[in-house]
């Protein structure tokens, strides 16, 4: 992992306080379609230079930095719905298309 990443920030159009973080070279190109479906029209918010002992405020930079090295995003939930919010999603992966 390198120890500076340029990041690109979007916010979701469905879910208030939903946010998703990208390697800007890469933009959104490893975000599952599942995943942007249900995160609506990402809407471009703030790109900025990221490193691992950089405040934000509810994530941690150095864990931001790790999940986009390993799967292409990190996807940052509104504050008590992360365990709503992933089994909503999960059960969407498992729904057949109708």
Known sequence: MSDKLLCEIF???????MYLYVDKRQ????VP??????????EPLLTMILTA???LARADAA??????????F????????????LA??????RTPDA
């Open 74 to 85: 990190y996807l940052q939930m509104p504050p008590g719905d992360e365990p709503n919010l």
């Open 27 to 30: 933009g959104l190109e490893h």
């Open 11 to 17: 916010k979701s159009t469905r879910k208030e306080a």
């Open 33 to 42: 379609e599942a995943l942007l479906g249900s995160f609506g029209k990402p």
């Open 53 to 55: 002992d950089k405040k």
């Open 88 to 93: 909503q999603h999960l059960a969407e992966q």
């Open 63 to 72: 864990e931001v930095m790790e999940a986009i090295a390993d799967q292409g």
